[in-house]
């Protein structure tokens, strides 16, 4: 949500306390002077009447603070903690408390038995550095077969849970009889830790979008994004009548587990969201790489701060990337990279890559090799 495409507000006019105060010396001089038909003599500093005028113009200044507060808070933009609460409630949703991170365990024995082995709900495995998950029901590893799959859940809520590796839960806490091993057979997934204000504004500001039945764009990034916390950007194309192509990252940018992809996909099949007559295609996007190559001078004049501007130079280059990368279908543009380099404090700078390129709307770009060369002072 950018709000500097709204205007401030004050509910009070942007009044300050020295305004308060002058206007009711003036009140009281015209009242003077009507009441006793005399010229009202200047208040002046210590003068009595002034040092009440004074003090009821602070009470009454802080009471105006209060009305423009409570009238802000009832603003997208400035809301904020229960205030912004109590807005989401007036859309018909809440903030979204924390939620556990999921994942696949494959449960194995040595060979076959003659027997079910029994694994039961609620049974802990760990990574070993205190992240516990349990399966989430009770299974059975059938008479006959090696192992057996089931869904296990953090026991912590929150994006602690997320991030782990295939194989890298794999510690039994219970002991189980007949079990040598056991692994997490897909990336854990699905951990968030409470919304924040920021993120409940954008979803409140976003919720209309989710209204339409008739598949819209917006409807679909819209219901994307509810589908699991964490989700970044969102590209939505249809290539032929009713076919919905959706590709997301997650919010640090990177590309989606396959899990992740299916519980996007289980969501949106949900015949109360996909629209009668949609099919509809989940997936990561396709990535194009690019490098970064380029050379930069700093102006003689600055000589004295060359290396604030060598850092400043660095930071640049990161703050390019982290938003050349932050969208699908973004095109490849040195330009903006230039643009945030002069800012910095270079005189020039010279970039071999990366070259413009247009970018399909279903691709998303990412980094490289990053070669950062100081070409070192040059006259002004």
């Not at 494959?106 to 205190?130: D, E, K, M, Q, Y």
């Not at 890298?168 to 997490?184: F, G, K, R």
């Not at 982290?322 to 945030?340: F, M, S």
Request: glycine fraction near 8%.
């Amino acid at each position: 949500m950018n709000y500097d495409n709204y205007p401030d507000v004050s509910f009070i006019n942007n009044e300050t306390c020295e305004g308060v105060l002058t206007q009711m010396i003036n009140d009281y001089q015209d009242m003077y002077e009507a009441e006793t038909g005399k010229s009202p003599v200047p208040l002046a500093k210590g003068n009595p009447n002034r040092l009440i005028l004074e003090a009821c113009a602070l009470q009454i200044y802080q009471a105006m603070q209060f009305a423009d507060f409570a009238g802000k808070m009832s603003l997208l933009s400035y809301a904020y903690g229960d205030y912004l609460d109590d807005l989401a409630a007036l859309r018909g949703t809440e903030r979204k408390t924390e939620e556990p991170a999921k994942c696949t365990l494959r449960f194995s024995i040595a060979s076959p038995l003659a027997s079910a082995v029994s694994i039961p709900g609620g049974c802990r495995v760990t990574n070993g550095n205190n992240v516990f998950f349990a399966t989430d029901e009770y299974t059975e590893i059938p008479t006959g077969q090696t192992y057996v799959d089931v869904g296990a859940t953090c026991t912590e809520a929150g994006a602690k849970g997320n991030g782990f590796v295939v194989g890298e839960i794999n510690a039994i806490v219970n002991t189980l009889p007949y079990v040598v091993s056991v692994s997490n057979i897909t990336e854990t997934f699905g951990g968030a830790d409470t919304e924040s204000d920021e993120e409940l504004k954008e979803r409140i500001y976003d919720l209309g979008k989710g209204y339409s039945v008739a598949g819209s764009i917006d409807a679909y990034v819209y219901q994307t994004k509810e589908a699991m916390r964490g989700i970044g950007d969102v590209r939505v194309t249809s290539p032929s009548a009713n076919v919905i192509n959706i590709t997301f990252t997650k919010d640090d940018g990177s590309l989606p587990s396959a899990a992740e992809i299916q519980a996007v996909s289980d969501y949106l099949s949900d015949k109360t969201i996909r629209p009668l007559g949609d099919s509809v295609n989940v997936a990561a996007p396709s990535t194009t790489t690019y490098d970064i190559d380029l050379t930069y001078y700093i102006a003689q004049s600055d000589n004295a701060v060359v290396a604030t501007i060598q850092a400043n130079v660095a930071k640049a280059v990161d703050e390019y990337n982290k938003w050349q990368t932050a969208k699908i279908g973004r095109d490849i543009n040195p330009d903006y990279l230039t643009r945030l380099i002069m800012e910095a404090g270079a005189k020039r700078v010279v970039i071999t890559d990366p070259s413009r390129t247009v970018v399909a709307e279903d691709v998303l770009p990412k980094t490289g090799t990053v070669t950062v060369n100081y070409g070192g002072t040059e006259a002004d």
